[in-house]
């Protein structure tokens, strides 16, 4: 019976996601500010349906890190910063783990109105995470964390990212993030390096020590793109100072 039953949930499933429609130029799409406002602003309201059918791991995969380094249901909790929200799928897994008190921002209008949506995140804000329009828009040490899943191969100034986020994380809060294994180890754009200079700040910055780093793991291995399935990610986790 149970045989049965499994075998047509995922018949069920395969038909369901033949249905969805396909992604306008993922594979594709220049690994720009530009080339993510363009792809999620035309992919946004098919967006949740697409990689939740790819097996999309990385949100709940965060949230599961997340819970395993902080007490969840602490009076009065300083709110989780998800950057680079999107449609909210990190926020529903955040939620599901018991992090209740969440702010969003992400530089796509259109996947902010479907994250606004779901009811998830106390306030949301159209922002860039590299700076173009200023620091972002809270005060110092105002979250408990801050986690960022599936952004950063878009992102080319990553010591601005870095040091908004030391910023805006309570000493003792975390940052967690994914990056793909193949940019995060050949240090492109000098991902990795930066976030080792934080580890030592200058003068009157905040900083942090990285407490965890996975080995590469599956993104979205169920993507019809050859180019896309194969793509791996790490996970990492940084303490603030």
């Known amino acids: 019976m149970h045989g049965r039953c499994g075998s047509f949930i995922r018949s069920s499933a395969r038909g369901f996601c033949s249905q969805v429609p396909g992604v306008p130029g993922l594979g594709h799409t220049p690994k720009t500010r530009k080339g993510a406002l363009d792809l999620y602003g035309r992919w946004a309201a098919s967006y949740d349906d697409t990689v939740r059918c790819w097996d999309y791991r990385s949100p709940a995969r965060v949230a599961s890190l997340l819970k395993s380094f902080q007490s969840v249901g602490a009076a009065r909790p300083l709110p989780v910063l ?18 209740s008190s969440l702010v969003g921002v992400d530089v796509s209008k259109e996947m902010l109105r479907i994250c606004e949506g779901k009811r998830l995140y106390s306030s949301v804000a159209c922002w860039d995470l590299e700076g173009s329009q200023g620091p972002l828009p809270f005060p110092d040490k105002c979250f408990s964390a801050v986690v960022c899943v599936g952004v950063l191969s878009y992102i080319q100034c990553f010591d601005v990212v870095y040091r908004e986020w030391c910023r805006v994380v309570a000493p003792g809060g975390h940052v967690i993030f994914t990056h793909r294994d193949t940019l995060w180890d050949a240090d492109v754009h000098s991902c990795r390096s930066s976030a080792r200079a934080f580890e030592s700040p200058g003068l009157g910055l905040a900083g942090w020590r990285r407490i965890y780093c996975s080995e590469a793991e599956a993104y979205m291995p169920d993507t019809p793109e050859d180019r896309e399935n194969v793509k791996m990610v790490r996970y990492l986790v940084f303490q603030a100072a």
């Open 82 to 99: 998800d950057a680079g929200c999107g449609t909210g799928l990190s926020g529903e897994a955040l939620a599901a783990a018991g992090f």
